[in-house]
């Protein structure tokens, strides 16, 4: 075993030994924030479910929970913060390479209401 | 939890500090301002930016700030110092204030030379200095609390620790019959239908989008997207995917309490309960309408850490980033950290700002204002 190896393999271990942290503020929420760096393979749970995760995910970024379906809700806070613009799988790194603002969502939504000036 | 102590005004309100103010009304006043400022260090001038040849919009708000200003709880005494040709008198401030509290104006071109304008502010700094060494603190209840909270140099760890923990807080004054105001319109796109869910009724409704679609408008008018800075290139290097997650982070340190109104800069809470303040999101000018509305003090979470204070009210710097707290660890009044490195609670958190929230408001100095910092910038139609 090379020693890239036997650190992968050491890692392995660590993460099957304790889970990396993140947080989920909301239970309605699929995605979680990492509190430290996340690498594939490392393990986080939260909400009840233990999830691979399968990319790494820089601190204070967010790691999806549960499947997300192109044009599905991203949910944090318990609230649509954006929505996939592709298949996101559990365990992945969810940020703007994956997901669309709903910006333009709000202004047609409000243009009846704030219609009048 | 230490009882509160305060100043009481004839209003029946209470201060947490006994500021004389000396508030210039116009740039052409600000000389006289600075000398009284480097004479009596511990009297709180304010120097302005304009003041004059404003539009109306802006000329109105300037007399709501200076007017609000002055009657902040935190000030004992107030003298406005003018040009005398201004947009806003000096006199005419003096006159609004009545007899809420000692009150002066100093108009420059009735006094013969700055000098001489100088010589009229001095002997009334001179005189309230020492009415207000005279005053003592009294208990007051938490039903008399007049928070404002606020976020700045954010960054992640704002939204899931020190702005929700700030939020309990609020929450807390709120439910105790106290008044909690949170600003930044500005700040609120993406997150605007959280707070239309909470207004009180479909009249605050319609105020709070009345306002949005204005800011949006005005924009627009630019040939500008209220969304095409935001998130900033940091934000979203630090996890920061969409305007609607960065505002969504942002709102919740006004809790969860109904929200009884929307003020213009420099007006005034009407009641109790939580209020929106629409007012800028450049930190000096929306503490500076904080202020204006009637803050005792104002809860401030940061990211990064930053230093700003209020010539008015204390400002306390609340933290939950462990990069932030060591970074600029003397600028941060409270560490909660442990929020996000140790599994600490929300209320845990709440608990300790309440906690520090309470001894600040009966005297305990903040780290900014041991610092001197007084940083000031009125609000303008055109400043977001």
Not at chain 2, 142 to 166: E, F, H, Q, R, Y
Request: aromatic fraction near 4%.
């Amino acid at each position: 075993m090379d020693s890239d190896e036997s650190a992968a393999a050491a890692r392995t271990a660590a993460a099957h030994a304790s889970p990396r942290r993140v947080l989920a503020v909301d239970p309605r929420d699929n995605v979680a924030n990492a509190l430290e760096e996340l690498g594939a393979g490392d393990r986080v749970e939260a909400l009840g479910r233990v999830i691979a995760v399968r990319t790494p995910v820089p601190l204070g970024h967010k790691v999806a929970l549960a499947p997300i379906a192109a044009g599905d809700a991203v949910v944090k806070y318990g609230q649509a913060i954006g929505r996939a613009s592709a298949d996101i799988a559990a365990g992945e790194h969810v940020h703007a390479h994956n997901v669309a603002s709903l910006f333009d969502d709000w202004l047609s939504a409000h243009e009846s209401l704030a219609g009048r000036r | 939890m230490t009882p509160l102590l305060g100043y009481r005004r004839r209003d029946g309100r209470f201060g947490v500090r006994n500021h004389v103010l000396v508030l210039s009304t116009v740039t052409c006043a600000n000389r006289v301002v600075q000398r009284i400022g480097f004479e009596f260090p511990e009297v709180v001038c304010i120097e302005q930016a304009a003041g004059c040849m404003s539009l109306d919009d802006d000329r109105e708000i300037t007399h709501r700030m200076l007017r609000g200003l002055a009657r902040n709880p935190n000030v004992g005494a107030v003298c406005f110092v003018g040009l005398g040709c201004e947009q806003t008198p000096a006199r005419l401030l003096r006159d609004e204030i009545g007899d809420l509290k000692p009150a002066e104006s100093v108009a420059i071109q009735s006094c013969g030379s700055s000098d001489q304008a100088i010589e009229r502010v001095r002997s009334f700094v001179v005189e309230a200095s020492r009415t207000l060494a005279a005053q003592q603190r009294e208990p007051f209840d938490a039903a008399d609390l007049v928070i404002a909270t606020k976020c700045g140099a954010s960054d992640w760890t704002s939204a899931l620790a020190s702005n929700p923990a700030v939020g309990v807080v609020s929450d807390r004054v709120v439910r105790a019959g106290g008044i909690s105001m949170m600003g930044e319109s500005a700040g609120w796109f993406g997150a605007d239908h959280v707070l239309l869910e909470r207004a009180r009724d479909e009249r605050v409704r319609e105020d709070i989008l009345r306002v949005l679609r204005r800011l949006y408008d005005s924009a627009l008018h630019r040939g500008k997207r209220i969304d095409e800075a935001n998130p900033s290139p940091g934000n979203m290097a630090g996890g920061l995917t969409t305007l609607t997650e960065k505002a969504l982070g942002g709102v919740r340190k006004s809790g969860e309490s109904p929200i009884e109104g929307i003020l213009a800069p420099g007006e005034a809470p009407l009641g109790r309960g939580l209020w929106l303040l629409d007012n800028p999101s450049l930190d000096p000018a929306s503490v500076a309408g904080m202020a204006a509305a009637g803050a005792q003090l104002v809860l401030f979470t940061t990211g990064r850490g930053t230093p700003i204070g209020s010539p008015i009210c204390p400002v306390i710097k609340i933290c939950a980033s462990a990069a932030g707290s060591k970074r600029l660890a003397a600028h941060i009044d409270v560490d909660i950290t442990d929020i996000v490195e140790a599994g600490a609670s929300i209320a845990s958190g709440a608990d300790r700002i309440e906690s520090l929230m309470h001894a600040v408001a009966s005297g305990e100095r903040t780290r900014a204002e041991a610092m001197g910092h007084r940083e000031f910038v009125m609000p303008q139609v055109g400043v977001l």
